[in-house]
């Protein structure tokens, strides 16, 4: 940057947070005028890279994501090998190998991600392949589509030296044994833990990747597909913008293409909390909204590194690893009567 650009860079600067300080401290200034202020500065800190955030507790997760991007590694391996953690953890029970099932107990999974320049890949109804979101990978740079589904995506991922196992675990089968008694066929969504792990990396290059992947929702219609794989409902990445992703029922994110939303709200100039509060809120507040039976949860970064959450219901939390910290931070939510 030449010499005289930097100072005159510096100095509006300096003359907004100036600007922005004085507004925040007038006793008599309107509370939503401070709330603009604030959030304007918070807009524009600079967050130290890289930074990792992720929904739900999964901080082995965003360690792994970390450790690759301290390494030097790209936002888009991160997220990846991130995501892979959890699809590999069997005790989860909600993404890759020993997910629930679906009411006739097949374990399938839905997965995409999306790189820094919008290349994209997905795969819907994919089964006896634990790692879904690296045959999305797979699907986005070595094929002319953007998602591949059921048997079609099994035999793709065979072809490309994924190993078929058995997803059904000992565990997961006799939950589903307990379920079939009554068969009550009711979207099962647990307000406190994930069910889908969907991540978001900024990488020492300030360049944005994303991933989500989930077994969906447990005992659900056979060949049901929520929001997670698909792209601007589940995940969206805009390099220039932001990025954002969403968890909970699938049905009511597909609905309002919840994540290209949030990417949008900041691209107008909201910030990531405030864009994932109005995405909420467009849920909560459409005619007949039976939002006090169903959970749904988005966590957005933007270009700067700010980060938000913002969910239904209580209990939704974000883990976010940043600046040698690596937490669980549970997020506001709209239902609080």
Known sequence: MKRRNFIKNASLTSVGIAVGSSLLNCADTPSEEKKTATAALTTNAKTPLPLVIATWHVI??????????????????????????????????SVGKGGLPDRDGNVTLDACIMDKHG???????????THAVSVARKVMEETPHVMLAGEGAKQFAVTKGFKPED??????KEAWEKWKIESK????????????????AIDKNGDISGACTTSGLAYKMGGRVGDSP?????????????????????EEVVKTVGSFLVVELMRQGKSPQE????????????????????????????????????SIH???????????VNEQIQSDYFNKT
Not at 119 to 129: E, K
Not at 167 to 172: G, Y
Not at 314 to 324: A, H, V
């Open 185 to 200: 066929y009711k979207p099962i969504i647990n307000i406190e833990n994930h069910d889908t792990i969907g991540m978001l």
């Open 275 to 310: 864009a994932c509060e109005e995405a909420i809120s467009r849920i909560v507040n459409k005619p007949n909204s039976n939002y006090k039976n169903f959970q749904v949860g988005y966590i957005a970064v933007n270009k700067q590194g700010v980060t938000g959450s913002y």
């Open 167 to 172: 997803l059904l675990t000992d565990a997961s």
């Open 119 to 129: 290349n994209c890949g997905s795969v819907v109804y994919l089964q006896d392949i």
């Open 230 to 250: 698909i792209i601007g409902s589940g995940l969206f990445v805009d390099n220039e913008i932001g990025a954002a992703v969403a968890t909970g029922l699938g």
């Open 60 to 93: 082995d997760a965003t360690a792994k994501a970390m450790e690759i991007l301290q390494a030097g590694g790209n936002a888009l391996d991160a997220v990846e090998q991130g995501c892979m953690i959890e699809e590999a953890n069997e005790k989860g029970q």
């Open 314 to 324: 209580q209990w939704f939390s974000m883990t976010k690893f940043n600046d040698g």
